[in-house]
């Protein structure tokens, strides 16, 4: 049975031995070649002698002080999250390109990707447009049996369905991104199927809908 151990990396030299902090008993020896060999109690040697009760009592302890902990960490990254989506408005603020350009690539036959759509158009229906999967496949947008369209999208705290292209390009343009919280991308569903996913916006090209 393999048993796993923490140890602190930082450490002061007494007497010749290097001791490590965050862990009793342990040394360091001096070996040839200039390694040295660590010598680890083991946490699970101290717990051998605990009863079943005991052993439940401290799980749960050690489980409530890592309670608060963890309520930190999901703020934090919810605080990260937020301050990137500002950095992606300023960013797609600068590289905006005009809705023109768009239009001419679709009539030279180029047919662009979900994110470029968003970086580009300005209002619309999703309706306007078909989608299909870089895979192949076409599917729509949102979840099976919607009445209409729709994505969600999330700047790391909240999250907005967008009815329409043109509420999800002004999503995109203020640093939204498509999908949840913790779970980024695009969902879509295989029309009359019940049959959905989550999908990477460079992974949907999308054609006027008026072409066969």
Not at 37 to 48: A, F, P, Q
Not at 120 to 128: A, C, H, I, N, P
Not at 158 to 177: F, H, K, N, P, S
């Amino acid at each position: 049975m393999y048993r796993f151990v923490n140890v602190d990396v930082d450490k002061s030299t007494v007497a010749g031995e290097t001791r490590l902090g965050g862990a009793t008993g342990s040394w360091a020896a001096p070996m040839a070649g200039g390694r040295r060999r660590y010598g680890v109690k083991t946490m699970s040697e101290d717990l051998t002698g605990l009863s079943d009760d005991e052993l439940e009592a401290r799980i749960a302890d050690v489980t409530a002080r890592m309670r608060p902990l963890e309520g930190q960490l999901a703020e934090l990254r919810a605080e990260r999250d937020v301050l990137q989506t500002e950095r992606r408005r300023r960013q797609r603020l600068a590289q905006r390109s005009r809705r023109a350009e768009l239009k001419e690539a679709m009539r030279s036959g180029r047919f662009p990707t979900f994110a470029q759509l968003l970086a580009e158009v300005e209002k619309g229906s999703f309706e306007d447009y078909r989608y299909h999967l870089k895979t192949g496949g076409e599917v729509r947008l949102g979840f099976p049996g919607a009445r209409h369209q729709s994505v969600a999208f999330t700047n790391g705290r909240r999250i907005v369905q967008a009815q329409d292209l043109t509420q999800a390009a002004e999503l995109y343009a203020a640093g939204w991104e498509p999908g949840a919280p913790g779970r980024p991308g695009v969902r879509v569903h295989f029309a009359g199927t019940r049959q959905e996913r989550l999908v990477d916006p460079e992974e949907i090209h999308v054609r006027p809908a008026g072409e066969g």
